[in-house]
């Protein structure tokens, strides 16, 4: 299954929930789901349907591939940590979602978007691989001519989130006049931005997969 390129609304509404990753817009707490039914769809869901959910809201809101979070957990099944915690500390170690959490820019899409097309250094180097993987010192920054770029100058000026826990706070506070932040470690649990998420859920979908 390739990455998600459709109505970013209709998947909130599905979920009934915000995916600040996959875009900045919000629904109403409650709001019936897409299709004619409307409400009438909202039935309990199977145990199945629960697990699916789940892995669907990571895969949509960090924007990958089945192929590339089925890697993941064959990742995370294989570390010494919890397998929870190593999967969440892999999907926000990505580039494209610090790039994102830095505040360079306000969704995931738009973070892969400058990546991609070169905005974006690591330790003075220009990376352009989306789920380069981040970790403890580096410094991840915009190059000089992407210091002027509109539409970054406006997502700095208000940031979709707050600071994750993995960004040292002084780069984080200065990240509008120095262009740069620097990665402190791992994620923690607590920097997903989906709310009550169950990777206990996603990890029982692939037990039998990976």
């Given at each position: 299954m390739s990455r998600y390129t459709g109505p970013r609304v209709k998947i909130l509404r599905r979920f009934g929930m915000s995916l600040p990753g996959l875009t900045r817009k919000t629904v109403a707490e409650g709001v019936?789901?897409?299709?004619?039914?409307?409400?009438?769809?909202?039935?309990?869901?199977?145990?199945?349907?629960?697990?699916?959910?789940?892995?669907?809201?990571?895969?949509?809101?960090?924007?990958?591939?089945?192929?590339?979070?089925?890697?993941?957990?064959?990742?995370?099944?294989?570390?010494?940590?919890?397998?929870?915690?190593?999967?969440?500390?892999?999907?926000?170690?990505?580039?494209?979602?610090?790039?994102?959490?830095?505040?360079?820019?306000?969704?995931?899409?738009?973070?892969?978007?400058?990546?991609?097309?070169?905005?974006?250094?690591?330790?003075?180097?220009?990376?352009?691989?989306?789920?380069?993987?981040?970790?403890?010192?580096?410094?991840?920054?915009?190059t000089e001519k992407s210091k002027k770029i509109t539409a970054i100058l406006e997502s700095l000026a208000a940031p979709a989130l707050a600071k994750p826990s993995y960004i040292d706070d002084a780069s984080f506070a200065n990240v509008k006049e120095k262009f740069c932040v620097t990665i402190t470690g791992p994620a923690e649990r607590e920097d997903v931005p989906i709310t009550d998420l169950h990777d206990n859920l996603i990890i029982e979908f692939y037990s039998r997969k990976v």
């Open positions: 019936n789901p897409p299709g004619e039914h409307g409400a009438g769809h909202r039935r309990k869901a199977s145990e199945y349907r629960e697990h699916l959910d789940e892995k669907q809201k990571v895969r949509l809101n960090y924007g990958i591939s089945e192929r590339q979070l089925v890697n993941y957990m064959k990742a995370a099944i294989s570390s010494k940590l919890d397998t929870g915690l190593r999967l969440i500390q892999l999907l926000e170690g990505r580039l494209d979602n610090v790039v994102f959490r830095a505040g360079f820019a306000p969704t995931i899409p738009a973070a892969r978007q400058l990546v991609n097309h070169g905005h974006i250094l690591v330790n003075g180097r220009k990376v352009d691989i989306p789920s380069f993987q981040v970790k403890a010192n580096d410094v991840v920054g915009l």
